[in-house]
């Protein structure tokens, strides 16, 4: 007889613990073992969270090297049936040789579940008979538990799921972040004292009002920006560094439906318009995806989305000051073209409605589907289509956490008929899918790439634009690891050619998350390795840096409403002249609209304490030596430059923060 040596891990998870029996088999290329009870002297113990067992396993014969494990759970005769999440399964053999199966899955059923070896095979090296098989098994399981939906059409596919509790074990929350996240979602309105107010109808008499509310919760950032709103610097600074950095670009040509002239912006200035963009000095923001959107009706009176066309000059100085705003994107005599010379209340309320704008382009366009609605394609397609031992797999699995079952929250909580977004912010309802479907169809690969974006927009030399700055460094040191991993076991371009496996991820991507659109650029197959690791770059990127640069500052920004108003009640001047502190306070969302807008920001950007920042895993799915020192040289460079932002942000009178990598979260898990 020979014996195996075999070493159980249950996860450190609440409800791991399982007091079923615990089966295995071991299958090997020259025979397998028997079905194997697993007891040990801890009895009942033996599959406590947290807790390594170790059991033998005896044969009559070498089995040879091990290729997969057979692990089922059965309950004891009057017991019920448990939840057991197995972290991994070693096994030293015989020979001496030591076998890792990386598992962290929750098993919830008797049938018997089949896990690889942990050595990384695609497909074309995977050439044992009952390996392939396994991964055969797997896929078809998958396709089955994870099934596209169409929540809206026009908009990308999600997964299929009538309530969290119906989505695969593997991808819920944990029971950390559930009451936790629920705790915030129910609460919210009481850890910001607004309880009383949600249901108010009233309308801000005064400021001072705004600010008694707004002091119960406050950030640094969210202070400076009470005290800074209305400055024209910081409105600028804001499209540089604020919660939506993609919008701005460099403007070398005017729109023709923006007919701004020299005397118009510089007044008794040696500047003319012409020079300017020449220098590179003068940029734009376009709001052209909202013109004609549906605004919405809250409390039963019709709310203002504007779609504005802002100009804005680059000072000697460095600072972005905006010079002109036209607030509809038809020129026409009650459009008229704000300028910093007008009154305080005309340039005021001009901004006013900008900042509105960008709440809804940023929330649909540059939050929701730019990051969480790809985040969940690029999740749901890899868990059809690529199995556990695929290197692809192992390296993305971490970037998916937690995706699934937020995104399925938002279409309950948000952006449902009933949700808080479609009932308190002005382009909720129908205009919301009209943006939606909009921002879609103007999705590149480019725009997707920081890179490629920044280049394309114009801003490579734009001073102060920290997002910029941090982004590509980020995207560089994230590009290097992937490159490193990827070409490890892909050496040349026919191997990633032949992938069926990573062929069928990308394909499943442009058909359900960019609907075949051929204009997007987004590749149907991978031809080379090169191709390859630039997409899985652009997949992480999303999924961890670009969410937290979009998220993260959401309470910052937008918890002093004016800031920010989710909502508008009355429509922009039409004449200058006409506007006043009073016509301010009349125009912004109502009492009940801001602080449910207040709570809900408060919610999205409130850290978990389950967080699990960018390059760390706390789950071994590789076991090479060449892979596991990449993700240390991965974690050593997000470590140096998290140390140089923080050394950078001391200088900073606005410290830019959401791409600091240790408040960079792996996963779109808030």
């Not at 059923?109 to 050439?127: C, I, K, P």
């Not at 809250?298 to 779609?307: D, F, H, S, T, V």
């Not at 140096?640 to 779109?668: C, F, G, M, Q």
Request: aromatic share 12%.
């Amino acid at each position: 007889m020979v014996k195996y040596e075999v070493t159980v891990s249950t996860g450190n998870l609440v409800g791991a613990t399982t007091f079923n029996n615990i089966f295995i088999k071991l299958v090997g290329t020259d025979g397998e073992s028997e079905r194997k009870w697993l007891k040990s002297i801890k009895g009942a113990a033996s599959f406590i969270m947290g807790t390594v067992s170790s059991f033998t396993v005896s044969c009559p014969l070498s089995i040879g090297q091990l290729v997969l494990i057979e692990l089922d759970k059965q309950p004891l005769p009057l017991f019920p049936e448990d939840s057991w999440f197995s972290a991994k399964v070693v096994v030293k053999s015989p020979e001496g040789f030591t076998y890792n199966f990386p598992i962290y899955r929750w098993i919830t059923d008797g049938e018997v579940h089949r896990f690889r070896e942990g050595t990384a095979l695609t497909v074309f090296v995977d050439n044992h008979h009952l390996g392939r098989y396994s991964r055969q098994q797997e896929l078809k399981q998958r396709e089955h538990d994870y099934r596209w939906d169409v929540y809206v059409e026009g908009i990308p596919h999600c997964i299929k799921a009538e309530t969290p509790l119906s989505l695969p074990c593997e991808v819920r929350f944990s029971f950390t972040k559930t009451t936790e996240f629920l705790y915030t979602a129910s609460t919210g309105l009481t850890e910001l004292q607004l309880k009383g107010l949600a249901n108010s109808k009233k309308n801000w008499t005064n400021i001072e009002d705004l600010r008694r509310v707004f002091c119960f919760k406050q950030t640094d950032i969210s202070d400076y920006v009470q005290e800074h709103w209305k400055d024209d610097d910081f409105f600028g600074y804001q499209f540089l560094n604020g919660t939506n950095p993609l919008l701005i670009r460099r403007c070398a040509t005017l729109p023709n439906n923006f007919p701004v002239t020299d005397n118009m912006v510089f007044l008794h200035s040696q500047c003319n318009l012409a020079d300017e963009m020449k220098k590179g000095n003068i940029f734009l923001c376009d709001f052209k995806r909202l013109d004609g959107v549906t605004a919405n009706t809250i409390n039963g009176k019709k709310q203002y989305l504007m779609a504005p066309l802002v100009l804005f000059h680059k000072t000697p100085d460095d600072k972005l000051m905006p010079i002109a705003i036209q607030l509809k994107q038809t020129p026409a005599v009650d459009n008229p073209i704000f300028f910093p010379t007008d009154s305080e209340y005309d340039w005021l309320m001009a901004k006013i409605f900008v900042r509105s704008a960008d709440f809804s382009e940023h929330q649909l366009n540059v939050h929701l589907l730019r990051t969480h609605l790809l985040a969940e394609v690029f999740a749901v397609s890899l868990l059809r289509n690529v199995p556990m031992v695929h290197p692809l797999y192992k390296l993305l699995i971490p970037h998916t956490r937690y995706t699934l079952q937020i995104n399925h929250l938002a279409r309950l909580l948000l952006i449902s008929k009933t949700g808080v977004f479609t009932q308190f912010a002005a382009s909720g309802g129908e205009g919301m899918m009209t943006i939606l479907k909009r921002s879609l169809s103007s999705v590149t690969y480019s725009s997707l790439c920081i890179p490629e974006d920044i280049a394309e927009r114009g801003l490579e030399a734009v001073p102060n634009f920290y997002y910029r700055d941090d982004g590509l460094k980020l995207w560089d040191i994230i590009h290097r690891f992937v490159q490193g991993v990827l070409s490890y076991y892909y050496k040349s371009d026919a191997e990633v050619q032949q992938d069926s496996e990573l062929q069928k991820w990308i394909l499943d991507i442009y058909e359900h998350g960019f609907l075949s659109q051929a204009s997007t650029g987004i590749p149907q197959k991978f031809t080379t390795v090169v191709e390859l690791v630039k997409f899985v770059t652009m997949v992480i990127f999303t999924g961890s840096a670009q969410h937290s640069a979009v998220n993260t500052g959401q309470y910052d920004y937008g918890g002093w409403m004016p800031n920010t108003p989710i909502s508008l009640q009355l429509p922009p001047p039409t004449t200058k002249g006409t506007t006043s502190e009073a016509t301010m306070l009349q125009t912004f969302p109502d009492v009940g609209t801001t602080v449910q807008g207040m709570a809900t920001m408060w919610l999205l950007s409130k850290q978990s304490s389950d967080f699990v920042p960018l390059g760390h895993y706390s789950e071994d799915h590789f076991n090479e030596t060449i892979p596991c020192n990449l993700i240390k040289d991965f974690q050593g460079e997000l470590e140096v430059l998290s140390v140089a932002i923080k050394v950078r942000n001391k200088s900073l009178e606005v410290p830019y923060t959401y791409l600091d990598p240790s408040v960079v979260e792996n996963s779109v898990a808030i």
